[in-house]
């Protein structure tokens, strides 16, 4: 038996510079790993070698043991891997429903279709999408007059859409509210849990990390330098003196 | 120098970000703008510079209004800006970077050489000749803030210079600002962590959905947990 | 092997002046992000003023004198007219800045006939330089040795001047952000100024050194600009050492392939471009552009389907139209014929533009090879119209896929100018291929059968395959394939992130547009009974985007009422003027400055300001 995502020494170099250089783990499904590290560690370029926009120099992906090295985003995507973006990525000339109904016409095979309207396309199934993540009553508004927040949600239902197994998401809660945050964060961890959903996130707000991952990576000039629990990172002298600093930034452990 | 705003309002296009907005800013003090992504703490900087298309309410240096004036005059009278995501020139080296930010002295506020920035941002010296594209984040928020005193500017804008930083490179940034501010500089710091603000500030404007809620010195703001739960982030 | 010496020592000379033209486009493009279409008009204006000061100072000193006057001349012009047009609409959409360029490119033209007459004008030679070097046998002219020389020595002075000078560190930092710079206190203004000046000093430089070489017309102006932007599009937009690369490159294509023959040169140019633009889509020195969406006008609203009352509106409006040729005479019903051919065009444009979000300049194109499909076919092998009105789409579809395939790895600006490459090859090989084509002549007598020869049925058939296809266009902006397209617009990263492939959607949609733009082309052809290889000229191309931005991107109904309102107004104006290229060149320059967001997009913004002035009884305030 697989693991749900395997990488193999994964390794990226611009003209001599390497952005990341053999980094290697699995994730399980129902599994939620954060990936940590410094500006500059090479955590988008992970990220965006995973879903196929960057191609690795070097190193292997498997999704379901299905080698996926070297595919672009859309082959990816229809894989099983989704991603929401640390800015978010949504189609801002659209209304909120439309926005989950073009993210379904790939997996459809309509995104070519000329018949009918898009309007009657896949209309339950983007109200349950929206519902998921709370956002079925704004389904008529115009997706560009949305408050970060929400535009936040809405990303997630369209990652969801294409019913993924990996879900990548970059920063998650960045630029939310601190009620919004606990509220997405704690969506994640259900899906995680109740449709063994594989989540890897990145994030620099530690109090998320540490309260719901249920393993970290801690990435540094492209090397992975520590994996482990939330607990055990916290207290890893290597991870603080690159990354975590003095403490002075983040919250004491809660009660 | 003072730097003040009154009754200042802000739009996006048609999104109305800020509603009369009151802040000010002397020489010698370090202030911090508190408040969420998206509360409009950007747009208070930009507004201030006169980057923004549509502004209405009153901008005023030492009781003279500034908000008619383009952004390269505003920066002329002594008002340096160091934006967000930092924005260096990649294409140009560090040394380049700082000709950019050239201006003349003034006689109201601190000189800067780059000898002077180079002792305090030790790694932009190293870095001299090289693009400052392939610098690392922290690195480029330095040369930011180094090309910005090029300008020597009596007060600076300084719009969330801890963002996406290593925690320790936060440490660093906090002890650069503190300098400057021995120097005679006023700054405007605006920030999502109340930590980081806490190490800096001597003031404190807390902003949210484009409205001030708090204004009031660090100790007060320390005092009042609650309103460290209803507006920050952390 | 001394012939081919020869030939390359002549290819690199012809280099000196497209790389003199191409650095300025790219200084200007660099720091502004204008493209400015108006500088082969600058390079034409150049060599004009160098005929007439050159003939009027005489003695060595006189000639070098009266180039570098020239050039100095057309630079001081170039700022006034950066001061008095372009300051006004920095903040338009990019679009609009090509074209009100373009606008004074149109005008230029006739000011230059008004000025110096419609005749061939040849001037003195370079004195000192009138000679010829015995080169392996072959004797090359010195002035072309001059000429090499030049090409290196201004890539090192500009070279010296970005680097070694504050202003040039300056214009490498606005070209790489002007905002902040401006808001370090550097005056934008007067940069902009100044490397508007100093571009096109160089472009008119390029063009008053040609002097000597070649005579002085004034259909220059176009011919170097569809080579310089073949320069920069290779080179890469924005740099100065990929000018000179791609100059060199293309100068020499077109030296060797006259050598094996003469229209091959085209071909070799284009396959040289081809190849660049799969490996290296921001050309050879270029960088890409940020990936922003171009706003092509403030869409604030999405798009939505027709109220009932709307559908009503158009129901009425098609009724009118069907009962048009009982009110109105033959003229009156030929100009309504060209007018609902317009539409078709507009319409065409305006999916491709608003639903694909990519904006052609060289749609022409397609409707040429509309009109010369069908032409051939009814020469070549006596097809009826029927199935000629088939040819014709069926050429376009063919000619759009091809080229489309390579355009729609662009977007922006270099989408633009690339379209228009793609389209002024074709414009050669109509103009060209003589005895197919007719070249010049045309191909004439290409008249529909008896039963649709009569004005009113001619007028009824091309409306109903107008009616049909615009509300068929329209349908598919709402359809499943419409939001895929528009999806990859909005954030090409998302549609990818969903399994959706946004090249594909748009190499499709252009392929959509050319088809439509092709059936235009045919019925024109069988309306006007013949075909000129006008209807491929940039002209026809800018016809269409005039009348898509005059109507408003981002409704169907905008390019038709852009087309009623363009293509009467300027019929009428035509027939009151022999400037027709200043007054239709100064028009454009007009809505432009009145409308820098369009006429739709200047009247939304206008309503938001009256809106959001009222005292609001919102929350929070």
């Known amino acids: 038996m697989s693991a749900l995502l395997e990488v193999e020494n994964l390794a990226k170099s611009y003209g001599g510079v390497h952005a990341v250089r053999g980094v290697s783990f699995a994730l399980e499904p129902g599994e939620v790993v954060a990936l940590i590290g410094p500006n500059g560690a090479g955590k988008s370029t992970c990220f965006n070698m995973l879903n196929g926009q960057i191609r690795p120099s070097a190193g292997k992906v498997r999704l379901d043991g299905h080698d996926m090295t070297g595919l672009g985003p859309p082959e990816v995507s229809r894989l099983g891997v989704g991603r929401t973006f640390q800015i978010t990525a949504t189609f801002a000339t659209m209304t909120v429903r439309e926005n989950v109904q073009v993210s379904l016409l790939a997996q459809a095979g309509r995104a070519f279709s000329p018949w009918r309207r898009l309007a009657a396309f896949a209309v339950d199934r983007a109200t349950d999408l929206l519902e998921l993540v709370g956002m079925a009553e704004a389904a008529a508004r115009p997706a560009g007059e949305l408050a970060y927040g929400d535009l936040k949600r809405l990303e997630l239902a369209i990652a969801l859409a294409t019913s993924p197994r990996l879900l990548l998401m970059d920063e998650p809660t960045a630029g939310m509210a601190p009620g919004e945050r606990i509220i997405l964060m704690r969506l994640m961890a259900k899906l995680a849990k109740e449709k063994g959903i594989g989540v890897l996130f990145t994030e620099h707000d530690m109090d998320a990390v540490f309260e719901h991952a249920t393993r970290v990576m801690v990435l540094d000039r492209g090397q992975l330098i520590a994996t482990g629990t939330p607990a055990l990172i916290r207290e890893d002298a290597t991870v603080k003196a690159v990354y975590l600093g003095e403490g002075l930034l983040y919250g004491e452990p809660g009660p | ?234 | 092997m001394s012939l081919l010496l020869a030939q390359f020592l002549a290819g690199l000379a012809s280099a000196a002046s497209l790389f003199l033209v191409a650095s300025g486009l790219s200084l200007i493009f660099g720091v502004t992000r204008v493209v400015n279409f108006a500088h082969g008009a600058f390079y034409m204006l150049g060599a004009y003023l160098a005929y007439s000061l050159t003939t009027h100072l005489t003695g060595p000193l006189g000639f070098w004198l009266g180039i570098l006057a020239a050039a100095l001349l057309s630079g001081i012009i170039g700022g006034v007219l950066e001061i008095l047009l372009l300051r006004r609409i920095y903040h338009a959409p990019e679009l609009f800045q090509l074209l009100a360029t373009f606008g004074v490119t149109l005008a230029t033209q006739d000011l230059v006939i008004l000025i110096w007459g419609p005749d061939d004008l040849v001037g003195p030679r370079a004195p000192g330089l009138t000679g010829a070097l015995p080169i392996l046998g072959q004797f090359l002219p010195t002035y072309d040795i001059f000429l090499i020389v030049i090409g290196p020595l201004v890539l090192c002075l500009l070279w010296l001047l970005l680097h070694r000078t504050r202003f040039g560190i300056l214009l490498r930092a606005a070209t790489q952000d002007r905002e902040m710079v401006g808001a370090l206190g550097v005056n934008q203004k007067w940069l902009f100024t100044s490397v508007f000046a100093l571009g096109v000093f160089l472009a008119a430089l390029g063009g008053a050194l040609q002097l000597p070489r070649t005579a002085v017309t004034h259909g220059m102006d176009l011919s170097v600009i569809v080579e310089v932007f073949v320069v920069v599009v290779i080179g890469g937009l924005g740099s100065v050492p990929g000018a000179f690369l791609a100059a060199v490159l293309v100068a020499e294509l077109n030296a060797f392939g006259i050598l094996i023959y003469p229209a091959i040169s085209l071909v070799l140019v284009f396959l040289v471009m081809a190849i660049v633009l799969v490996v290296r889509p921001y050309g050879l020195l270029g960088r890409r552009e940020g990936a922003a969406r171009a706003p092509l006008g403030a869409l604030l609203r999405p798009w939505r389907p027709l109220h009932w009352v709307g559908s009503l509106g158009v129901a009425v409006v098609l009724a009118l139209a069907t009962l048009l040729p009982f009110g109105l005479g033959r003229y009156g019903l030929g100009v309504a014929t060209e007018i609902l051919i317009a539409i078709l065009f507009a319409g065409s444009l305006q999916f491709l533009m608003s639903v694909g979000g990519r904006a052609s300049f060289g749609h022409a194109a397609y409707f040429g090879l509309g009109a010369y499909g069908a032409a051939l076919a009814v020469k070549w092998l006596g097809a009826p119209m029927e199935l000629a009105l088939l040819a014709g789409p069926a050429l376009a579809i063919l000619g759009a896929a091809l080229f489309g395939w390579f355009c729609v790895r662009l977007s922006g600006v270099y989408f633009a100018m690339l379209t228009l490459a793609f389209a002024q090859i074709v414009w050669s090989i109509a103009f060209q291929w003589v005895t197919v084509t007719g070249g010049d002549n045309g191909m004439l007598g290409i008249w529909p059968p008896r039963w649709a020869a009569r004005a009113p049925t001619f007028y009824w058939m091309t409306l109903l395959l107008t009616a049909a296809v615009v509300l068929g266009l329209r349908h598919l902006t709402f359809s499943p394939f419409g939001y895929a397209l528009r999806a990859a617009w909005d954030s090409e990263l998302r549609a990818e992130a969903q399994g959706l492939r946004p090249k594909r959607l748009q190499w499709l949609a252009f392929t959509i547009a050319g088809a439509v733009a092709g059936l235009a082309g045919a019925l024109f052809a069988f309306f006007k009974g013949s075909v000129f290889p006008d209807a491929i000229g940039i002209g026809q191309s800018i016809d269409g985007l005039v009348m898509v931005l005059l109507g408003g991107v981002g409704t169907v109904s905008g390019a038709v009422i852009g087309a009623i309102a363009y293509k009467a107004g300027s019929i009428w104006l035509l027939s009151q003027t022999d400037y027709s290229r200043l007054v239709l060149g100064l028009l454009i320059v007009f809505l432009v400055v009145l409308f820098p967001k369009g006429i739709a997009g200047s009247l939304q913004a206008a309503w938001l300001t009256i809106r959001t002035r009222r005292p609001k009884t919102g929350p929070g305030a």
């Open chain 2, 1 to 234: 120098m003072k730097l003040s705003t009154r009754g200042l309002n802000a739009w996006y296009g048609p999104a109305h970000i800020l509603f009369n907005v009151d802040v000010a800013l002397a020489s010698g003090e370090v202030v911090a703008l508190l408040g969420r992504n998206g509360a409009g703490k950007s747009t208070l900087f930009r507004s201030v510079m006169g980057l923004l298309a549509r502004t209405s309410g009153e901008v005023q240096l030492d009781d003279r209004p500034i908000q008619a004036l383009e952004p390269y005059e505003i920066a002329r009278r002594g008002i340096g800006y160091v934006p967000e995501d930092r924005r260096v020139f990649t294409e140009l080296t560090v040394e380049e970077n700082l000709i950019v930010g050239q201006r003349p002295p003034r006689p109201d506020a601190p000189r800067w050489t780059p000898e002077q920035l180079y002792t305090i941002f030790p790694n932009l010296r190293e870095m001299r000749r090289r693009p400052s594209g392939r610098m690392s984040g922290g690195e480029q928020q330095m040369l930011t803030i180094a090309r910005t005193l090029m300008g020597n500017p009596a007060l600076v804008l300084l719009d969330e210079p801890s963002e996406g930083l290593a925690p320790r490179i936060v440490e660093q940034m906090a002890s650069a600002i503190l300098l400057m501010k021995t120097q005679g500089l006023g700054i405007l710091v605006s920030e999502q962590n109340l930590h980081f603000a806490r190490l800096i500030a001597d003031r404190a404007y807390i902003i949210e959905k484009g409205h001030i809620r708090f204004a009031g010195t660090m100790a007060e703001l320390t005092a009042d947990p609650a309103l460290k739960d209803a507006y920050l982030a952390l």
